[in-house]
């Protein structure tokens, strides 16, 4: 009689567990099983400031739930994020004397058209290519390194975390270029 318990069992067990696969979705149960890894949302992910010593022990310890006072509101890290000028022109609370005397010894700022000054006195100094360059060299040279197969690799790192291997681990599928043609290589 226990035996005949003992082999009923797993059947049972088999028994409702088919039934029970399919109250879900495919994704939920992979996902009930860790086949499936969330990553966090990058938009909400934040950083904390890091702790420091207090210039003055004579502080008060903070309240508990009470917003930390050197971080920034979600609110104006989203209008930095949108206009870099806005961290700028963020007036300055607490600028201490030092601070101010490096600032006046800076110097004046840089002009508003800075990056269009560079890239106008390199564009005059880079030489220019004769008819005959270009004629002879009118091919670009080919990029150095290797061209990884975004597709391949995707399917390898998908295939490597579903097994709970290292993505590390195995070769890196690339690119490969056809090989030239007699004359290509002349034309």
Same mark, same amino acid.
């Given at each position: 009689?226990?035996?005949?318990?003992?082999?009923?069992?797993?059947?049972?067990?088999?028994?409702?567990?088919?039934?029970?696969?399919?109250?879900?979705?495919?994704?939920?149960?992979?996902?009930?099983?860790?086949?499936?890894?969330?990553?966090?949302?990058?938009?909400?992910?934040?950083?904390?400031?890091?702790?420091?010593?207090?210039?003055?022990?004579?502080?008060?310890?903070?309240?508990?739930?009470?917003?930390?006072?050197?971080?920034?509101?979600?609110?104006?890290?989203?209008?930095?994020?949108?206009?870099?000028?806005?961290?700028?022109?963020?007036?300055?609370?607490?600028?201490?004397?030092?601070?101010?005397?490096?600032?006046? +010894?800076? &110097? *004046?700022?840089?002009? !508003?058209?800075?990056? #269009? @000054?560079?890239? %106008?006195?390199? =564009? $005059?100094?880079?030489?220019?290519?004769?008819?005959?360059?270009?004629?002879?060299?009118?091919?670009?040279?080919? +990029?150095? &390194? *290797?061209?990884?197969? !975004?597709?391949?690799? #995707? @399917?390898?790192? %998908?295939?490597? =975390? $579903?097994?709970?291997?290292?993505?590390?681990?195995?070769?890196?599928?690339?690119?490969?270029?056809?090989?030239?043609?007699?004359? *290509?290589?002349?034309?």
């Amino acid at each position: 009689m226990l035996t005949n318990r003992l082999r009923l069992a797993p059947a049972l067990l088999l028994g409702a567990a088919v039934p029970l696969s399919a109250c879900g979705s495919g994704d939920s149960l992979a996902r009930n099983f860790g086949f499936v890894r969330d990553a966090p949302d990058e938009f909400t992910v934040t950083t904390q400031a890091p702790l420091s010593m207090p210039p003055d022990f004579a502080l008060r310890p903070p309240l508990p739930g009470a917003p930390r006072p050197q971080t920034r509101s979600e609110r104006l890290a989203a209008e930095e994020a949108l206009d870099p000028q806005v961290a700028l022109t963020a007036p300055q609370a607490g600028v201490t004397p030092g601070q101010q005397a490096l600032i006046a +010894q800076a &110097g *004046e700022s840089a002009p !508003a058209n800075i990056r #269009s @000054e560079v890239d %106008r006195q390199a =564009a $005059a100094d880079r030489p220019s290519q004769s008819f005959v360059d270009r004629l002879m060299f009118w091919r670009s040279p080919r +990029q150095p &390194g *290797e061209v990884v197969d !975004a597709r391949q690799e #995707s @399917e390898r790192l %998908r295939r490597d =975390a $579903a097994l709970g291997q290292n993505p590390a681990s195995g070769p890196t599928p690339i690119i490969q270029n056809k090989p030239k043609g007699l004359l *290509e290589g002349l034309f």
